[in-house]
């Protein structure tokens, strides 16, 4: 932590100034020039868009990180698809959905444009949650300012529940037709999402900012920054035990630990979960890593939602995965058997080890539990509680063997300081109050 | 024809289908209720399905045996519209009701493939209701009511499906209350979202 | 013919594992965990009574395994 920090905030997205003035059009097109659908109207122009974004090497923003011109691509196979635009933000640890469409709803209205016209699409749905309306009240107020120019002056705000699974693309798109808002059984990904009779394609809002910067600035200028296999920059939450905790814009690759000293640290980390509330532990020593999907992914993790929670030294990081644990339980859809009974079963394993009151042989049921869970549900909901136990298990290992063979580990739990932190005790009130 | 035959075989196949459904319903009720038992789940649902077809079977031989008994006239009509013959008008109704009531089910079961799930089980529920207005029926039309050795019949039959539910019911509340709090609430949350539509478990007649 | 659950159907009757045993098992929460996808020869009558036994029609059965490699 004594290293010079050399990752400095970018500032493509979220600009200093931009967060004091209101969002008016004008400042927008002050800061980052006009949008024009290069090349005009017609297949040429919407191929040289898809090209353009190709090249770019962009990936999606919203957790799973997949090359976005191949999700175009194939929905441009379907006639005239719908665009839903995912501003959920299902996952609590994240507030940057929020800051973009606050502080720059412009930006992903361009980028709603810019995918609209390159797939044809009829109609473009704007997806926030109900326990966020000023992010409705921001879009429609872009929208007013915006009428007769573009598609997206007519696209619809649709406030959804906005429970943690909603945010998943087969739940949104099916809230967005009327249906139950729970994720769709997909054996076979190729086949599209859809909305009523027409074929569906979900993307992240940061995703559609940064095609809006590509369609203006290219594809070569977007490479400028940032890792090569997911190059740009993206918008990283910053809670837990951090001085100024809040979203920050880093160029992708730059090592965790960098970007979590932008929140300015108080004292070195124990540990940092990362990607989201279904992310991965990285432990103390390994924070090095580049914030990019290769190298994460050799030690377990992904960028996932942009979620970076440090966990303080003294806190027990067992204890903070087991409140987690049992968020995530609550979340479940209800639908699949091993979620709806797995996830809670394997909540109250964990809470008995933080507590001090579980006997050695739990640990062994937990990690059966955790494997007869995975991969057995509808969505990857229960995969993502799996990943967060096991490496939970991993990281704290030496608490764990301290709890179950019943003495005190080094810290102790903090519940009203980390996770509130990371908005976990608003979810609870949003998951269990209603 | 008037026939005696006829009328001996009417009140027979009635009281046999009656006996039959009761004892469809009850296996229907231990089967969605997956009450523990000797038999293999799949076979027992098999045996329930099989022991429906026999209740139509003897249903239709009553209906059949009572429209060509001249004796009384019951009117083809009466078959599936209620309230049409003069004869016991009322009684007559409620077993053509049941009657009509057990044609959905037994079709869209038959159909099920065809059938929506929600369709398929919303019609299926009204199984429930065509055991009381068949016991109804049986006990207003008259003739063998009176008999006690039908009546103590009718008893069993009464006794087994009144304790199957009353078991169902109360399954129902403890696998509610075995239900992770956490796990209630959010699905209530969903529910009340989604109006119509059901989440897997807990949505079976 | 590969056998597979769909996770949201299926309800947990357990007919399936009844029927197929040897391709199929319970979790402690009575779910199904498919122990072996590919289903021999002997099997596919008893894995199409299983399919056709399923309350829930949660039980499928896909074709030939290339259709499922390109699927992936």
Known sequence: MNTALTTRRASRLIAPDALHGPPTLEAHLRRYGPLSLG??????????????????????RGGAGFP???????????????????????????????LLVGTTPHLVLDGADVVATVLGAQRTVLCVADSAPEMARSLVRAQQERTGRGRAGDAEVRTLSGRYVAGEESALASAVAGGPGVPRFRPDKSVPLSVGRHAAVVHNAETLAHVALIAR??????????????????????????????VVEVATGAPVSEIIGLARLSSPPQAVLVGGYGGTWLAGEDLGVPFAPGELSRLGASMGAGVLVVLPGGTCGIQETALVARFMAGQSAGQCGPCLFGLPAIADDLAA??????????????LVRCGAVAGRGACRHPDGVVRLVRSALEVFSADVASHVHGYPCRGRAAPSGLMAQSGLMGSFRDGWGR | MPSIDLWYTTRASGLVALVLLSGTVVLGILTA????????????????????????VFLAVHVLTAEIDTYVKVGWLAVVAPFTSSYHRTWLALGTIGADLLLAVAISSALRQHVPAR???????????????????????????????????????????VVAAGWRVAGAHR?????????????????????????GIGGRP | MRISVDPAACDGFGYCAEL?????????????????HEVPGELLDAARQAARACPRRALLLAGPVQEELKAR
């Not at chain 1, 080890?353 to 937990?366: K, N, Q, Y």
């Open chain 1, 353 to 366: 080890i933080a507590d001090g009151t579980a006997a050695p042989e739990v640990l062994d049921r937990l």
């Open chain 3, 20 to 36: 197929v045993p040897e391709l199929m098992a319970l979790d402690e929460w009575g779910f199904p965990v498919v122990s072996q």
């Open chain 1, 39 to 60: 090349g005009g109207p017609g297949a040429q122009g919407r191929d040289r868009l898809l090209a353009e974004i190709e090249r770019s090497g962009l990936t999606g």
């Open chain 2, 175 to 199: 696998a509610k209350a075995a239900l992770p709090r956490t796990v209630i609430r959010a699905r209530r949350s969903i529910r009340s979202r989604a109006a119509g539509a059901t989440p």
């Open chain 2, 33 to 56: 209720g997956r009450a523990r038992s000797a038999l293999p789940g799949f076979a027992r649902a098999e045996v329930h399905r099989r022991l429906s077809v026999l209740t139509v």
């Open chain 2, 119 to 161: 369709a398929w089980r919303a019609l299926h529920w009204l199984a429930y209701l065509s055991w009381p207005v068949a016991v109804s029926h049986a006990l207003g039309m008259g003739t063998d009511s009176k008999l006690t050795w039908a009546l103590g019949l009718l008893a069993v039959c009464t006794a087994g499906v």
């Open chain 1, 68 to 98: 976005t011109a191949r999700k175009l691509a194939s929905a441009r196979a379907a006639d005239r698809p719908a665009l839903i635009v995912n501003a959920m933000e299902g996952e609590p640890a994240s507030a940057k959905d929020r």
């Open chain 1, 217 to 246: 600035y290219g594809a070569d200028w977007f490479r400028e920054v940032g890792a090569a296999e997911a190059p740009g920059t993206c918008l990283v939450t910053i809670s837990g035990g951090v001085e100024c905790p809040g």
